[in-house]
């Protein structure tokens, strides 16, 4: 989904004009923090399901992923690997 900006680009001014708009168009919404976020900004994170024991991944933001913010995410459904 497009987003508008990113919240971790305007922390840092420097990254902004390297990821410019074709980051922000394949970037998203954090699902953990609901910050827009560039796609150099999103990283993969992996976890399994409690109930069918598949595996499944999604993207996050970096600045959750570095503060291990998303492991509380769904935490009743999902056993977190990343
Ligand atoms: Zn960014
Ligand atoms: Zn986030």
Redesign the pocket.
Do not use: F, G, M, V
């Given at each position: 989904m497009p987003v508008r900006y990113?919240a971790?680009?305007n922390e840092n001014p420097a990254?902004v004009a390297r990821?410019g708009q074709e980051?922000l168009d394949e970037g998203d919404y954090c699902p953990v923090c609901y910050e827009p976020?560039?796609r150099?900004?999103l990283s993969v994170v992996r976890w399994r399901w409690r109930e069918s024991g598949e595996l499944d991944s999604g993207l996050v933001c970096k600045n959750c992923v570095r503060t291990y913010a998303h492991r509380n995410w769904d935490v009743f459904h999902r056993d977190w690997i990343t």
């Open positions: 990113c971790i680009c990254l990821s980051a976020t560039c150099p900004h």
